[in-house]
């Protein structure tokens, strides 16, 4: 469980558009409200690495801002 875990958050943060919206699309629509709020947390709270922060606003620009 934790190493799918670990993947599933290694293709969010991945910066990679297709990566993210895949992994996010075979979550429960429970899975994917609590995973934006995670997102949300890791970009406006303080305590997050910078790097960490870029990963989670590309992560959400590529789930509510999805290129065509």
Do not use: C, Y
């Amino acid at each position: 469980m934790s190493d799918s875990l670990e993947l599933l958050w290694d293709n969010l943060l991945s910066r990679q558009p297709d990566q993210v919206q895949e992994a996010f699309g075979i979550l429960s629509s429970m899975e994917q409200q609590a995973v934006l709020a995670h997102l949300k947390r890791m970009v406006d709270e303080p305590g997050w690495h910078s790097e960490q922060r870029l990963s989670a606003q590309a992560a959400l620009s590529a789930l509510i801002f999805p290129a065509s």
